[in-house]
């Protein structure tokens, strides 16, 4: 898996967002956003559900900071079609203790494919292979049965709960290099 720019799934790419892809996004410039990630985008053209308002800082971190890309949104693009279906990434570089936090978004039009496990799975299997990586984490709001059977099919387990001062209560998931190596 190395430390590539885009991680292949079956069938799945999963490139770094770049900042000036998510600017275009941002000004809805859908020409140069597809012309910038070689994807189509679904019409209208709007951010992946819930990162609308994070956007803006993801671009402007980016641009401090390009190699942070890796660890953060990445494109879910289904190859076959070059179709733009959603992002998944990771909240950051890993923290003091190894653990990395797994996030992911599809339009709704495309949910229900296994897209997102299959994206998830790629980027759980590529931090896992990242020096100072021990886990990757996922926070599900409780009741969130599709965000729990995306966890689950990308090899996650609940392990507990934590408090995340916006949604509350939040199961935690999580999979670590020990897991993968089991038989």
Known sequence: MGDQRTIATARLDLPVWEADAIQALI???GTRLAALTGAVW???LAPPPLMGDALAFF???LRQDP???RWWARLVVVRAAAAAVGSAGLS???DGEGAVTVGYALYPVFQGNGYASEAVRGIVGWALTRPGVARVRATIPPGNEPSRRV???AGLRR???DWDEEAGEVEVWETGAADRAAP
Do not use: H, S
Request: glycine share 14%.
């Open 42 to 44: 679904p019409q209208p």
């Open 159 to 161: 392990v507990g709960t």
């Open 59 to 61: 671009a402007e971190r």
């Open 92 to 94: 950051g570089r890993p």
């Open 27 to 29: 000004d809805q410039d």
């Open 67 to 69: 190699a942070l890309g």
């Open 151 to 153: 966890a689950a099919k």
